[in-house]
């Protein structure tokens, strides 16, 4: 098959494939260690893909560098030089500190990256070997070699820190027996033997009798720096939340506390900041290099490299043509420039602020560079269930992008919306949030609070025993809650297309169809996510659409004969609403057409028409409430890896919450109420304490 090859191409292939390979290589450090950290600000899908594919090509062409050295396929590069080329792709192979994993599966590969490491380290090590004893850079060679094989061996063990299994190993407890219950029961069955009156006298751990409870709100405002501290003593405290650990009353106490003097803004800031130190620990290095011993190991291997560039300037070159001379000039001020600004991100990092002295701090804090606006992309994805029936794509297409498996990627492309996540919602989510977290006094009922999907708000509203579906809609005995979540969708949207006030007076009118809008994003766009509680909400979603589809045909159908149909999108909306809303739901559907399809459409006009009979600023009111009792309810309830996985995609509203109601003492991971008690036996005589 070679002969079919023109001459001429494979002498350029010949000439150039080795010199193209290391430069290439080179290129994607230079693209990860400026663009890896922008996917944890930046909700792109196409800047994801751009990043997923330099990361992966990163590793294999360094990878397949190596291999033509060492299979010798470059005639126009001598074996000297080749062999000093071949430790600058191990140290690409390091990679940058912005990203050692793309996604938490990448983590749980490190022995994968662990054999690559030593086989990609033996293949150098022989191309070492077979330069030697003529080779002029063998001095050169073995220093690069060194600061090489140590970046790679940083990378696997990040890697290795950051694999759930081990990053949970890292913060298991000393194990605890407890009090000494044996030695209690012996004096105690002692005592009973000698008919001495006994009684067993318990004292409670300080602190843990009930919820810390503060009902004065107060607003103290946090400088830049306090937020960094802070968020980086809350990041040590709950960093265990990724991997369902455990806490006791006394983290949750003084997390309340905390967050209960909190303005809204300093609130979230600080809640960034600890997801920023969370998404360090999981996709970054940042972990690994944050001690002394590793500055020092760092500062070795970068005058190591710099040494190689100083002898490199300094030896002969009579046997070395111009285009290698510039190749090896790039591979070694690369390798100078990646880690001047590998320092340089280091220097203005959170990890740095917060582990350097205070003068110090302040003044990188405060300097241009250790100002962040977000530490987060700061959106919200929007998805509207009207909409998407309304412009459904040919079925000739569906059929195609079904074959070549891009439906769900052309469907995010073509019907989902961004928009920025306005202060308002965020000061209406913290306090309300705020609002329930006073009322859990005991974990009981924190565990009430934190299950509800709007009954709890419900009780705030007595008229809603008037309307069955109403409570039905929301409880858990007579609705799941993907069921839940996708009627009072549609009904919210019905509602809000349909209602007499079209002003943006209401804020929670806006809310209400924010929080809508975007909840059913999730449900639908993103699957994994809300695994853990969207049943069979693909079904119910689709069998909706499908009904709504033939509904909307009839009546496009009904319009054109007519010539009234509209022709812009938004009143085609409005009028696609009115008519949902005029059809007559006397009787409920499922009585008429069966449990067989699972569409929701209908009774949600049920709903919106039992909604509309509370008026307009009540109405508004408890759909806003309702709406963040079913946001806190999937943010509670959903995988805590899952929450993890969004920090690497520019961050997502719910994980926010979730960390926030964690905060607030709102989740079930707090299983220790009570602590080590302190045991007596009590009697006329005798007063025994057992610690």
Not at 99 to 107: G, H
Not at 267 to 282: G, I, K, Q, T
């Amino acid at each position: 098959m070679s002969d079919h090859v023109p001459t001429r191409a494979k002498k350029l292939w010949d000439e150039w494939n080795l010199r193209c390979a290391v430069l290439i290589s080179l290129l994607f450090q230079v693209v990860l260690i400026f663009l890896a950290g922008s996917r944890k600000r930046r909700a792109s899908l196409w800047l994801t893909w751009f990043i997923w594919i330099c990361y992966l090509l990163a590793d294999w062409m360094a990878a397949f560098a190596v291999g033509l050295i060492s299979h010798g396929q470059s005639n126009a590069v001598s074996k000297e030089l080749a062999s000093f080329w071949a430790p600058f792709l191990l140290l690409h192979l390091g990679g940058p500190d912005a990203i050692t994993a793309f996604s938490l599966e990448d983590n749980e590969l490190w022995i994968r990256h662990l054999l690559g490491f030593i086989i990609q380290l033996i293949a150098v090590v022989y191309v070492f070997s077979q330069s030697l004893p003529n080779s002029q850079f063998w001095l050169l060679t073995v220093l690069m070699l060194l600061a090489g094989a140590y970046k790679y061996t940083e990378r696997t063990r990040a890697l290795y820190g950051a694999c759930l299994s081990n990053f949970k190993a890292a913060l298991l407890p000393n194990p605890d027996a407890g009090p000494n219950y044996a030695r209690l029961m012996e004096e105690y069955s002692a005592m009973v033997a000698a008919r001495v009156p006994v009684t067993i006298a318990k004292e409670p751990e300080r602190g843990s009798s009930s919820l810390s409870t503060n009902n004065i709100f107060e607003t103290e405002i946090l400088s830049p720096m306090e937020i960094v501290l802070n968020g980086y003593k809350f990041f040590n405290i709950f960093k265990g939340l990724i991997v369902d650990h455990m806490f006791s009353f006394h983290e949750r106490n003084e997390s309340r506390d905390f967050f209960f003097r909190r303005q809204v803004a300093d609130a979230f800031s600080v809640l960034e900041v600890e997801l920023n130190f969370m998404y360090d620990a999981l996709y970054t290095k940042m972990v690994m290099v944050n001690s002394i011993f590793v500055y020092l190991l760092r500062g070795a291997c970068s005058v190591l490299i710099g040494v190689c560039l100083q002898q490199f300037i300094c030896l002969p070159k009579h046997n070395i043509t111009l285009s290698d001379k510039i190749v090896t000039y790039v591979l070694l001020g690369g390798a100078v420039c990646l880690d001047l600004v590998a320092y340089f991100n280091l220097l203005f990092s959170d990890w740095t602020i917060v582990s350097a002295k205070q003068g110090i701090s302040r003044f990188l804090i405060r300097s241009p560079f250790g100002k962040r606006n977000h530490r987060w992309s700061n959106a919200m994805s929007q998805h509207s269930f009207i909409s998407f029936c309304l412009k459904p794509r040919f079925r000739w297409a569906n059929t195609v992008a079904d074959f070549l498996g891009i439906k769900d990627i052309l469907d995010e492309c073509k019907y989902k919306k961004s928009i920025v996540c306005e202060q308002n919602l965020k000061e209406f989510i913290f306090n309300e949030l705020r609002t329930k977290a006073q009322k859990a006094q005991t974990n009981k009922m924190a565990k009430e609070i934190y299950s509800a999907r709007g009954e709890c708000v419900l009780l705030d509203y007595p008229r809603h025993y008037s309307y069955p579906l109403i409570s039905s809609s929301v409880s858990d005995l007579e609705s799941e809650y993907d069921e839940s979540l996708l009627m009072w969708h549609i009904a919210t949207e019905l509602c809000y297309v349909t209602s007499t006030d079209q002003s943006n007076n209401n804020p929670n009118r806006e809310i209400c169809k924010v929080l809508s809008d975007y909840m059913l994003y999730l449900l639908v766009m993103r699957p994994k996510l809300m695994s853990a509680v969207a049943g069979i909400g693909q079904i119910r979603f689709t069998d909706t659409c499908e009904e709504a589809k033939i509904f909307f045909q009839r009546w496009r159908h009904e319009l054109i004969s007519t010539w009234s149909m509209p022709t812009n999108i938004g009143d085609r909306k409005v009028s696609a609403c009115e008519k949902l809303m005029s059809v007559k739901t006397f009787v409920k559907p499922r009585e008429v057409k069966g449990d067989r399809s699972k569409s929701l459409l209908f009774d949600a006009c049920m709903l919106a028409h039992a909604l509309k009979e509370f008026g307009e600023v009540r109405k508004w009111e408890m759909m806003s409430k309702v709406w963040v009792e079913l946001l806190a309810y999937a943010a509670s309830h959903c995988r805590a890896n899952e929450h993890a996985r969004q920090l690497s995609e520019g961050g997502e509203l719910i994980v926010f919450v979730w960390l926030q109601m964690a905060h607030f003492g709102l989740g079930e991971q707090f299983r220790i109420e009570a602590g080590h008690a302190r045991a007596k036996l009590l009697a006329k005589e005798v007063n025994t304490e057992y610690p």
